[in-house]
């Protein structure tokens, strides 16, 4: 099993979780937590750009522990290796089952055998020297707030939200990097009932981190108004 990611401390840092008497992974998940948040990533568009972010450490122990509670929720929802219960296993949330549903348009069982799970849609192709470039695919705006996401002419995933749709992850929108890599051409064959339940589970993934931006932010505002000063004594 791996390990949790340790943050190279300085001895400032040390000082600091020492004072609590805290883990190193209780900062780090703490990190993840500030860095999630959609208001310390606008506030801080400029230095994570120049990768020289400056993160704010709470002053108070509690606030530090529900900084790193949320981190913890964050960090589940991106490790693509761990089932999380209610979102991709067990009983599913209220505010996620009916999203991102593979079907049919005409309501009928899929039929793999017939093609049903081909990706053709021209998410992407072939370009010079082989990478691959994304392409326009096929989407249908709902009308909710929500598109259906087309595999081919008879398939799609029903009831993606905007906001999950356009998530980025490194400057790309996951969902669409994943599909383009995925076309029947580059590919070379259709996706299995496994490829096709992955993205449920992706897009189920990140709706469940969209629902966390406000408390992430939340919290943000929280650490901003009392910062651990490190000025010396």
């Not at 801080?44 to 400056?54: E, H, S």
């Not at 356009?166 to 990097?177: P, S």
């Not at 029947?184 to 992955?198: A, H, I, M, N, P």
Request: with cysteine.
């Amino acid at each position: 099993m791996a390990s949790t990611p340790q943050p190279n401390l300085t001895p400032a840092a040390k000082e600091y979780l020492e004072a609590f008497g805290m883990e190193p992974e209780t900062l780090f998940f703490h990190l993840v937590a500030m860095l999630h948040a959609p208001a310390y990533r606008q506030e801080n568009a400029g230095a994570l750009r120049q990768d020289w972010p400056r993160i704010l450490l709470p002053c108070e122990k509690d606030l530090l522990l529900a900084s790193a509670t949320l981190g913890r929720q964050v960090a589940a929802l991106l490790d693509t290796e761990k089932p999380v219960p209610g979102v991709t296993v067990g009983k599913i949330r209220e505010d996620l089952k009916d999203l991102v549903v593979f079907v049919r348009v005409d309501g009928k069982p899929a039929r793999p055998e017939a093609g049903d799970l081909d990706l053709t849609a021209g998410w992407g192709h072939a370009g010079k020297g082989r990478v691959t470039m994304p392409g326009k695919g096929k989407l249908v705006d709902r009308g909710d707030g929500a598109y259906d996401i087309y595999l081919n002419d008879i398939a799609c995933w029903r009831n993606v939200p905007k906001e999950v749709w356009e998530y980025t992850i490194g400057g790309y929108q996951v969902i669409k990097k994943w599909l383009s890599y995925r076309e029947k051409d580059l590919l070379g064959r259709d996706l299995t009932s496994e490829e096709v339940r992955y993205v449920t589970e992706m897009a189920r993934r990140l709706a469940a981190l969209v629902s966390l931006h406000s408390d992430l932010d939340a919290n943000y505002r929280a650490v901003a108004e009392q910062t651990f000063d490190w000025r010396p004594s």
